[in-house]
């Protein structure tokens, strides 16, 4: 057998072809390479292998695999057998079953980190419920409630107060509230709801807000919050740095080792490209840009990274065109069923939609587009043909669309005709699949039954387009698992029922199958972040990032995908959570 130096200096020209493909050379260079027998000769002395029982790779050409080897924390090998010699039997002690690192498609990093050190009132079913909670909260932190630091909470739901939009008064709950800066968010965090001594901080008199609405006293949404946001103590960089980092173990856990954070200042984008470099930066971000003064062009504040490691990128920005279903706030074409004065709010005219999207396009961004009502996913599309109409003469329209990859956030409510013309131009729809059973308990009486059969809610009917699945958290739980569940059974993953208390499934015509959900967590994802063959599979070249199950997700029953727990997370080659 030849020394491992005689190895060495004959596999040294491979090896630094794999070195260079670390910083880009194409996957058809170095696969090739990376199958060789003299390769896997060298490769050996220098990766790390790792082996389970099962692994299943999401890679075309070897979709189950036994183990595969890791080398500057990509992987470098991905094999069924241990021994490179064809030895088949493996060995009995191999456990856990691996599938690639989970990536959310839509979230809010910061704000999770946030909610972490504020008031949870997610699913508190009234007034009173609120209220124990932000003094059980107050007794654990006494300092929360100053001008500089405010009393912070998110998770309301007016629907849990009788229908009743809450005021101000209501967090006067005794005299130790009196004097306090108290802000919650609503469940869609597109409404605040804020104490007496937030409003002495405004004007006495409030004129009309375009793309807002001031439904009460102390309650402020979509671009009315901006009002208050502006008195807003913001967090410090020590305070955000927390929170990004606490958010980051929480997803962990969860098995997500990568997400498209969506909506991320020019001031926030600078921290997390400095904080990327940190070894307990362990969930790879693909930033979506959001201005200063939100639904503008900022160009000379941003520019387009990628870091060494993986960890951060961006090419990409966030824009709004309306608000949410829960607040009334989505923009729709015919007014809502249960509100007939009202067609939901749009946050931006059409014609700077349009010129928005082309000055962004044209400046080397990818858009993406928050749209929940049929009227603002309308306008959304009408902007993204406009400008691939202009952006790319000299381009097939195939090319031209696979290079913007333009995309809607939420895609929630779409027209029939509209949701064909995202077909033909090859628009990503974003969606958060917990979204249709969280809301199923009232979407139906908001739009009417027609316009849930055939507009609202779609999965399977826009599965040609490949579809980006996330959670939207800290607006719902993060769990990735979660999402599966409610993907493939239309059921809410909190109780395992459907809108009408069985286990039919809400409209489960628009399930889809296991397989079409993990894809949609995992390959979905890295395409709309043009992260193909880098992110979502266990690939060569791939960054190696891996989660460890218990069982095979295929072989679980449905019902377990509920409460299933992560074994192991690994990003870049190295562990980040183990299960105790």
Known sequence: MPSVSALFWAAYPLLLVVVFYQNGLPNFIVQPIAKSSTFNSIWNVFATTHCYASVTSLAPHLPQAHCFSVSNGKFSRVFRDEVPDGNNQLEPLRTGHVIPGLWDGHGHLAQYGELLDSVNIFGASSMEEVQQRLVDYKTRRPEAGTQEQWLRGVGWDQANFHGQWPVADDLEIDSSFQDLYVMLDRVDVHCIWVSNQVLSLLPIKIGDTPGGEIPAKGVFCDNAMD??????????????????????????????????????????LRLYERLSGDADWTVRVNAMIECDIRNTFCPKDVSQITTPNGKFHVRSVKLFSDGALGSWGSAMIEPYSDKPSSYGTLLINTTTLSQLT?????????????????????????????????????????????????????????????????????????????????????????????????????????????????????????????????????????????????????????????????????????????????????????????????????????????????RETWVGGKCVYQRE
């Open 227 to 268: 009002l208050v946001l502006k008195h807003y103590p913001k967090p410090n960089h020590v305070q955000k740095t927390k929170f990004l980092k606490d958010a980051m173990k929480e997803l962990n856990k969860l098995g997500i080792v990568g997400m498209h954070d969506a909506g991320v200042t020019p001031t926030e």
């Open 358 to 566: 082309h000055d962004w396009a044209t400046a080397g961004y990818q858009v993406n587009i928050h749209a929940i009502g049929d009227l603002a996913n309308r306008l959304a599309i009408d902007a993204f043909e406009a400008a691939l109409k202009t952006l790319c003469p000299n381009k097939s329209p195939s090319d031209c669309k696979m290079k913007h990859r333009f995309r809607i956030e939420h895609s929630q409510i779409v027209h029939p005709n509209d949701q064909q013309r995202m077909v033909d131009l090859h628009i990503i729809p974003s969606i958060q699949p917990t979204h249709a059973t969280s809301d199923m308990g009232y979407a139906e009486s908001r739009l009417g039954t027609e316009r849930i059969k055939t507009e609202a809610y779609r999965m399977r009917s826009l599965l040609p387009l490949k579809p980006v699945l996330g959670s939207d958290f800290p607006v719902e739980p993060a769990n990735v698992f979660e999402g599966i569940y409610a993907a493939v059974t239309r059921r809410s993953p909190r109780t395992g029922l459907d809108a009408s208390g069985g286990k039919a499934g809400w409209y489960a015509e628009e399930t889809i199958t296991l397989d079409q959900a993990l894809e949609g967590f995992t390959i979905n994802p890295a395409y709309g972040a043009f992260l193909e063959g880098k992110a979502g599979v266990i690939d060569v070249g791939a960054y190696a990032d891996w989660v460890v199950l218990d069982t095979p997700l295929e072989n679980l029953d449905v019902e377990s995908l509920r409460t299933l727990v992560v």
